[in-house]
């Protein structure tokens, strides 16, 4: 019998076409998945050395960071340089024969999200995009990760990357969530524990009955995080869940090719004995609801906490870096959480823009208002997930309580559309980068969960869903 | 692209850790279909002022410190998106290297496409190395590539390690996917047996 393996090392094992000198691989490639902002220099760096793309089958392109999200979108893009890269996206599909979603179909929304929705995103297969929250696949036990714009060039080009092997990382979580804890939370309360550099150069997979209990969505939502715990990719074994939720999909095999993936899917769990290079063993218990209150994903804290201080910091690196984010973040030390007002609350992203999202934030904001002093955006990820919440009446909730329903994309994920923040506004929003600037420029992000989103729309400042 | 082999040039210390891709260049400058002329946005939020002048605080816009080509950092520099922006930024800005004592793993993967080399040493030499590059404009440096070394200003040496494959391809100015190309066959017989398994991965 062969040494007992991990999921990662099965994946990577089936995926090797060549071991290469110094320790690289040539690793196969099965899915790429393309959006505007970092597929134009691809093309034409394939275009200038006249090379054709290697499977045009095996990429799927939609635009999403770029894209206006209001009703009138389609005559709206608001810049020259968005419009331009939008159409290069366009232009370079169909001269080099790539499946697109146009800005203005129902399937389009953030690559992400549209992925497993088409069910391009299978178990067992490697999943890259130009995009580090690409992460976010590995909730379907597939090996997804973000790449650089040259490396898409050579997925393009040769269906392959020279990779070395990441590390295997544990993180271990059993037992059922607190009241008001998500699956948001938990992957935040993560990254406090292990640091935005905790997973550098490892794969991280999530083990116990905690992530087993967790939804799809919720599942993606934590491998989506993974990239801010600093790991190559996150991975969660496919189970009935996974299988369920992939059946039917546009994409996914139909019929007896679907069984027989199923059967090769079982296939894919660590075996029992498997070596980890490093395990991380979490109490459930401690994990409460989770609030950012820095610049960096790992500035976290419970939301019943209060703003720290530098005065005990001894590294004086780190002791800048806190006195740094004090300062961008507006905040003084032992300022309660709970005290600070937001001027936006963003719902959406790829980390949260999904249909339970939307549900969880329904269920707050049902019969309440919006504070007047609050602007409150909500986005769904994908057309789909739009179609959906409007099918169960979730847009008349959200839309009786003062929240802007708009059309998907990253939004105000990211400062490239018209959807951003002013400097100095305050806003909790269900994103995964709290970083300066993230929100345009000088403004103030606070990571929460949907339900926390929500309540901070409520009120008018961050607050403990368990007491709303 | 360019080869590299050896540089000998200032470093300019920027003593911050956690130095995210947004801030080597912020999200508003990556709508751009082409890979040069970053280097004007590069840090662009804390390089200038809210009117658009220079910042004289930010160690970039200092006199002794316009023509460095080498950026001493603290740990997990390039954190955050995939962007190659990044390093096509810091190269357009005339930097060729950077050191610090860790590297998020896709930038550092990105700066070997593109010519610029990422150098990881421990903190306490880190330190060391921050200190040189603080006495400005008479303190050169040397980066070797080919020996993997470094000479400081004073003449000690400083080995460092690189993968031997990036060192390689550095060095001699390979473009990685012609490499691969080559290998069209063995990645045939590689998705034969794929097709043969999982047919339902191919249309
Ligand atoms: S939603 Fe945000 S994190 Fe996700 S792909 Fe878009 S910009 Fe990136």
């Given amino acids: ?468 | 692209m360019d080869k590299f082999t050896s540089i000998r040039a200032v470093a300019a210390p920027l003593p911050m850790i956690n130095v995210d891709t947004d801030m080597i260049i912020p999200q508003e400058h990556l709508k751009t279909i082409a890979r040069s002329g970053l280097g004007k946005y590069a840090f662009s939020n804390i390089r200038y002022n809210d009117d658009g002048s220079e910042n004289a605080d930010f160690i970039l816009n200092q006199p002794a410190y316009r023509s460095a080509e080498i950026l001493i950092a603290g740990e997990n520099f390039g954190c955050g998106s995939s962007r190659e922006h990044a390093p096509w930024a810091l190269m357009d800005l005339g930097l060729k290297c950077v050191i610090a004592p860790s590297f998020a793993d896709i930038f550092y993967g990105n700066c070997f496409k593109n010519g610029l080399l990422p150098i990881k040493l421990p903190q306490p030499i880190i330190d060391e190395l921050m200190k040189d590059a603080e006495r400005g404009a008479n303190a050169i440096f040397t980066v070797d590539l080919e020996n993997l070394e470094i000479t400081r200003p004073d003449g000690d040496v400083i080995k460092f390690e690189i993968d031997g494959f990036r060192q390689h391809c550095l060095i001699n100015g390979l473009d990685d996917i012609g490499l691969t190309i080559e290998k069209d066959e063995k990645i045939s017989i590689f998705e034969d047996q794929q097709k043969a398994q999982q047919p339902w991965l191919y249309k």
């Fill in chain 1, 1 to 468: 019998m062969s040494n007992p393996r991990t999921l990662y090392d099965k994946i990577w094992d089936a995926h090797v076409v060549e071991e290469q000198q110094s320790g690289n691989s040539l690793i196969y490639i099965d899915r790429h998945i393309i959006h505007e902002v970092t597929s134009p220099q691809a093309f034409e760096g394939l275009r200038v050395a006249g090379r054709p793309l290697r499977r045009p089958d095996a990429i799927l392109a939609v635009p999403d960071h770029n894209v206006p999200t209001t009703a009138d979108r389609a005559t709206r893009v608001d810049s020259i340089e968005s419009k331009t890269q939008l159409d290069a996206l366009e232009r370079n599909c169909a001269e080099f024969g790539v499946e697109y979603i146009p800005m203005m179909d129902a399937r389009q929304g953030i690559v992400h999200i549209i992925g497993p929705e088409q069910g391009f995103t299978l178990p067992g297969t490697t999943i890259v995009c130009g995009d580090s929250h690409t992460s976010t696949h590995g909730a379907f036990g597939a090996l997804a990760f973000g790449i650089g714009t040259s490396e898409v060039e050579h997925v393009m080009a040769t269906q392959t990357l020279i990779l070395k092997r990441s590390k295997n990382l544990r993180i271990d979580l059993s037992g059922d969530l607190g009241l008001g804890v998500t699956a948001k939370d938990v992957a935040l309360a993560i990254i406090g524990t292990i640091g935005t550099a905790g997973g550098t150069g490892s794969v991280i997979e999530f083990t116990g009955s905690t992530f087993r209990d967790l939804s799809m969505e919720g599942r993606m939502t934590v491998c989506n995080m993974a990239i801010e715990a600093g790991a190559r990719a996150g991975l969660i074994e496919p189970d009935e869940k996974t299988y369920e939720y992939v059946k039917g999909k546009p994409k996914a095999p139909k019929g007896a090719a679907f069984e027989m993936a199923v059967n090769y899917w079982n296939s894919l769990k660590s075996d029992e004995g498997a070596k980890y290079d490093k395990e991380i063993f979490i109490d459930v218990a401690d994990i409460v609801p989770q609030v950012t209150w820095g610049t960096s994903p790992e500035d976290v804290l419970p939301i019943t906490g209060v703003v720290p201080g530098a005065d005990n910091i001894s590294d004086p690196e780190q002791k800048a870096s806190i006195e740094r984010a004090l300062h961008y973040m507006g905040l003084k030390p032992g300022e309660k959480l709970t005290d600070l007002k937001v001027d936006k609350v963003f719902i959406g992203s790829c980390t949260n823009g999904r249909i339970e999202d939307m549900r969880a934030v329904a269920e707050v904001v049902k019969g309440r208002k919006v504070a007047d002093t609050v602007d409150a955006l909500i986005v769904p990820g994908s057309g789909l997930v739009r179609l959906q919440a409007e099918e169960e009446g979730l847009d008349k909730i959200f839309i009786e309580a003062g929240f802007d329903w708009r059309e998907p994309g990253c939004s105000m994920c990211l400062g490239m559309n018209a959807d951003r923040l002013k400097p100095g506004e305050r806003c909790a929003s269900t994103s995964n980068r709290n970083f300066e600037g993230r929100q345009g420029p000088s403004s103030r992000t606070h990571l929460v969960s949907p339900a926390m989103a929500a309540a901070a729309a409520i009120t008018g400042q961050l607050t403990d869903i368990r007491e709303l």
